[in-house]
């Protein structure tokens, strides 16, 4: 939920799970889970082959509505670098066209340093080390979570953001299960994705994503529900 490829590491590695997953085009509609069930999916990050960050993710979707939730964190020796620490959630509702956020929000840590993001009713909040900011309208787009998680597509073009920040995800080649994109964050900066899909505990969900930029990296579904 960092921004990627502009951050050290692991914040890079993870958001890019949060970002480049959610384009990747499922070869059939995502089935929905029984009400109530919650599946649990966990991941790990990857630099130059060596494991830097892990998340778990937490899933439940009925037919009247979605819930996601989950933790990512460094590990290894990017621990020595940074100890960053994000819990996230995301819920909303279910339509045809695509999903209907009511809430996303994260907390992220990191030596001591705290922050807050929410948004809801598209007005987005932010609170740094206890300081509120001012309110103001959240970035166009989808929320990175209800993106990736829930009825993902392969759209063309895209608009996805952080709260905090905007992505413009522009598709270079898509097929098998895999899509590749062009992503240009809010400073202009450029990188590239590309994700595998797979079918998991009934769900279509990313199990690789690749990323190319000054940095290159992978995330990697590693185990949950089966």
């Known amino acids: 939920m960092n921004r990627p490829l502009t951050g050290v590491g692991v914040a890079a590695a993870l958001a890019l799970l949060a970002i480049a997953g959610l384009h990747a085009a499922p070869p059939d509609p995502m089935p929905v889970p029984e009400p109530e069930r919650t599946v649990s999916l966990r991941y790990r990050a990857y630099l130059a082959g060596t494991p830097v960050g892990r998340a778990t993710v937490r899933l439940a979707v009925a037919a009247d509505g ?58 987005l909040q932010v609170m740094k080390n206890g300081k509120h900011r001012e309110p103001r309208p959240a970035p166009d787009g989808a929320d990175v979570l209800s993106a990736l998680f829930v009825q993902p597509s392969c759209l063309p073009e895209r608009l996805v953001h952080t709260g905090r920040h905007l992505y413009r995800l522009t598709r270079l080649a898509a097929g098998d299960g895999v899509c590749r994109y062009r992503v240009i964050d809010d400073d202009d900066e450029a990188f590239e994705v590309a994700v595998d899909l797979i079918r998991h505990a009934g769900l279509t969900v990313p199990g690789r994503i690749t990323f190319h930029g000054w940095v290159s990296g992978s995330i990697e579904l590693a185990g949950g529900d089966s």
């Open 66 to 123: 979605y819930r996601i939730e989950g933790e990512a964190a460094s590990e290894g020796w990017m621990e020595g670098v940074t100890r960053w620490r994000n819990r996230f959630q995301a819920e909303g509702t279910l339509t045809e066209a695509a999903p209907l956020l009511r809430e996303f929000s994260y907390v992220e840590t990191d030596r001591g340093k705290e922050r807050r993001v929410s948004v809801r009713d598209r007005i």
